[in-house]
């Protein structure tokens, strides 16, 4: 039966937890995907306390990291979804994102709205993948991609 946190302290220590075992124990991100046998984005954003696993995912990503039954089950519970605590992000890689949607966000509205309708891209029904490609000017580009299903809002 699929269990609820209501209180994101415990998921947020259990992150905490993964990424201390994960750099003790010198893994990456994909290595941790590829034994949970989904995405490197789901299993990175479910690690972090934003999606929950799967037991046939949380089993084998909890013995890679060496974490007991309780972060077994605690990694199957639907979190409480949203925001980095404290309002405006201070990181500097978050708070870019947060920049990009600040600046670009009405842009993406209204080209959503001009080739789909009134509706929404959703967050549940969705793919991400980050890719690094060389830059022709030189150096390296970040390939950001958000696919996710449009929902059209239904008169009712």
Do not use: C
Not at 11 to 40: F, I, M, N, P, Y
Not at 69 to 88: C, F, K, M, S, Y
Not at 135 to 154: F, M, N, Q, S, W
């Amino acid at each position: 039966m699929p269990h609820a946190q209501f209180d994101p302290t415990a998921r947020q220590a259990l992150a905490v937890a993964v990424v201390e075992a994960k750099t003790r124990k010198d893994l990456s991100w994909q290595q941790l995907a590829d034994s949970a046998g989904l995405s490197v984005a789901f299993v990175t954003a479910a690690l972090l306390g934003q999606h929950p696993l799967p037991e046939s995912a949380a089993r084998p990503v909890a013995a890679l990291l060496g974490l007991d039954e309780d972060a077994v089950a605690l990694l199957q519970t639907i979190p409480t979804r949203g925001p980095v605590p404290g309002g405006l992000p201070t990181d500097p890689t978050i708070y870019r994102f947060h920049e990009m949607l600040q600046v670009y966000g009405t842009t993406l509205k209204a080209l959503v709205h001009e080739q789909f309708g009134d509706g929404i891209i959703s967050a549940i029904n969705f793919k991400l993948d980050v890719r690094k490609v060389a830059d022709p000017e030189g150096g390296e580009r970040a390939v950001i991609t958000l696919d996710g299903k449009y929902l059209p809002t239904r008169p009712f």
